[in-house]
DNA sequence: CGGTAACTGAAAACCTTTTTCAATACCAGT
DNA sequence: ACTGGTATTGAAAAAGGTTTTCAGTTACCG
C-alpha cells in the first residue's frame, strides 16, 4: 500500500495517472517473487483487469523503469525480463531454474573501475551486473 | 592468421567447415574495435562475400559465441551487439557513443560472491558484467 | 460534475531472429 | 587432383516480439 501511494504521488507530479491497467501490471510485477517477461506479465495482470491490452503492458513496464519501480534484466535465454526494485541502485542474483531473485545493492565495484579509469582514460557511469544461479530451494528439488 | 589457423583447427576437430562466408564473419568482428550487432555484422561482411545471406550471420555468430571467439553483448540500447574475445573470461567495458570496447578480466567479484552466497545459500555459477562510459576520444569531441 | 489531457486497446506495421529445404561448397580419403 | 558424403548455405517463409496508429475512454483537477 506504501508502494501504491508513492508510485500515486510521484505519477501526480508527472501530470501522468494511475489507472486501473496500471495497477494491475505493477501488482503482478510487484508481488512476483521471480523476473517476469512482458508475456507473463500480461497473462497474468489480465485476470485482475480482463480489458487489458499487451501494448499497455510495454507502457506500463517502460514508464515504471523510468520511475524507478521496476528494473529490466538481460539474461541469455529470452532477454527480456523484468523485476521490481526495492534500492535505488539494485542489482539482481537470479535463480537460473525458477527465476526467483535477489536483490543486492553492495557491489563495491570501486576499485576496479578506479583501475580501469587510470588504464583506459574512460569516463565509467553506468554499470550493469547480474549474477545467476540456482536457489537453495531448486538445489534441493534436484537432489533427488 | 594465428587466429585463423586456430579456428580452422577448432573446426575441423567438431567435423565442421572453414567456409568463406564464415571467413567474412568471423573477420568483420575480430577486426572492429567496436561491437556490432547482425545487421552491422551482415553489411559489412557483404562487401567481402555479396552473396551472404543474413541467416548464415546469425548462424556463424552463434558458432563463434559457441566456440568462445566472440561474445554477445547485452546493452540497452538494440541489445544484442557482438565483440571479439581475447581472453577466456572478458567483460566489455563499451563507450557509449562510438561503440568502443576495452576488454579486463580481473573482475575480482569473488569476495561479493562469497557473500551472496552466504546471505543467500544459492549457488553461484555465472555473472555478468558490464561497463559503459566514454572514450577519451569521444570526450574530447564533445568539449567543442 | 464537466473539460481536458493522458491513457487505452485492437489492428496493423515493423524489426529481428528462426525454420525450411533444395542447391552448394568443403574436406577426407583415395 | 578427383570424388563422395556431409556440413553448410541462402532465399523465402514463418515466427516472435515490440512499436505505432488512432478513435474511443478514463482519471484527475478545478
Do not use: W
Request: aromatic share 4%; charged share 25%; hydrophobic share 35%.
Amino acid at each position: 500500500m506504501t508502494d501504491s501511494t508513492l508510485i500515486h504521488t510521484n505519477l501526480r507530479q508527472n501530470h501522468r495517472k494511475l489507472t486501473r491497467p496500471r495497477q494491475a501490471v505493477l501488482d503482478v510485477v510487484m508481488r512476483a517473487q521471480r523476473h517476469l517477461t512482458p508475456a507473463e506479465i500480461y497473462q497474468k495482470a489480465k485476470k485482475r483487469h480482463p480489458r487489458l491490452g499487451l501494448t499497455t503492458v510495454y507502457r506500463t513496464l517502460d514508464l515504471l523503469v523510468e520511475m524507478g519501480f521496476i528494473q529490466r534484466l538481460h539474461l541469455d535465454e529470452g532477454c527480456h525480463s523484468y523485476v521490481a526494485t526495492q534500492q535505488a541502485h539494485g542489482h539482481h542474483l537470479v535463480c537460473a531454474d525458477c527465476g526467483r531473485a535477489e536483490e543486492f545493492a553492495d557491489c563495491d565495484l570501486e576499485p576496479l573501475m578506479k583501475s580501469l579509469r587510470a588504464k583506459t582514460g574512460y569516463d565509467i557511469d553506468v554499470h550493469m551486473l547480474e549474477l545467476v544461479g540456482h536457489c537453495p530451494s531448486c538445489r534441493h528439488k534436484q537432489k533427488r
